[in-house]
């Protein structure tokens, strides 16, 4: 017999909550109201730091810093790290094309790495590939490839103080923003833009280092 779901919890959010995404130990990340912040929920774990939950409640851990502009897409990367793009804030007049890599400091998280003018556009959608790099699309009409640089000493840093992901591919100009994207079974990334048109395009590529 399948699993029944019943309701567990009501988080109530002054600004409302446009993102939320899943990290490690049950912790989410979301965000909202274009106000450029990123907040972290988790439930309380045991002192062995095992992530037994001993308490099905989600309590509110920590605000990040402020980017830029607005958060516009948020996805998690491997080894705990997660990356949000930015988007221009119309209101306060402050663009943001940025891709920000957060890294988890103890039961907070801090900026690892800001990847400047990743694109020309708002960020729309952030997406972790099965080898482990990702997709970015933007209103710039094209998709961007990230991956963690390949050099020694961005490999001895992998478990240390940060890792170094790069834009290593551009792969389309596109008539049109571009907006969601999804991988399938193949490694075919398929995304969508404003005119509704889908384009679609192999990364069936090695596994970066």
């Known amino acids: 017999m399948s699993k029944q ?9 002054k600004k409302g909550i446009q993102l939320i995404i899943a990290l490690n130990d049950f912790k989410l990340a979301y965000a909202g ?5 990123i907040n972290i929920m988790g439930t309380k774990t045991d002192l062995n730091g095992d992530s037994k939950i001993i308490s099905k409640d989600y309590y509110h ?3 990040l810093a402020k980017i830029r502009g607005k958060v516009n897409c948020m996805c998690k990367l491997n080894l705990d790290y997660f990356a949000a793009g930015g988007g221009d804030n119309i209101a306060e007049k ?3 094309h940025n891709i920000y890599i957060w890294k988890p400091y103890g039961n907070k998280y801090g900026i690892s790495q800001a990847i400047f003018n990743a694109h020309e556009g ?8 099965r080898d482990g790099r990702f997709a970015s699309s933007s209103k710039d009409r094209t998709i961007k490839i990230g991956e963690i640089e390949n050099n020694e000493k961005a490999k001895n840093n992998i478990f240390g103080n940060k ?8 792969l389309y100009d596109y008539k049109h923003g571009l907006y969601k994207m999804i991988q399938l079974e193949d490694d075919t990334i398929v995304s ?4 509704r048109d889908r384009k679609s395009g192999s990364a069936g590529m090695p596994r970066p280092i």
Request: net charge positive; hydrophobic share 30%; proline share 0%.
């Open 192 to 195: 969508t833009s404003r005119d």
């Open 5 to 13: 779901y019943k309701f567990r919890q009501t988080i109530t959010i």
């Open 33 to 37: 109201n274009d106000d450029g912040y």
């Open 94 to 96: 402050k663009k943001d």
């Open 61 to 63: 851990i920590c605000r």
């Open 163 to 170: 890792m170094q992901f790069i834009i290593s591919q551009n």
């Open 122 to 129: 708002d960020v729309n959608c952030l997406l972790l590939l």
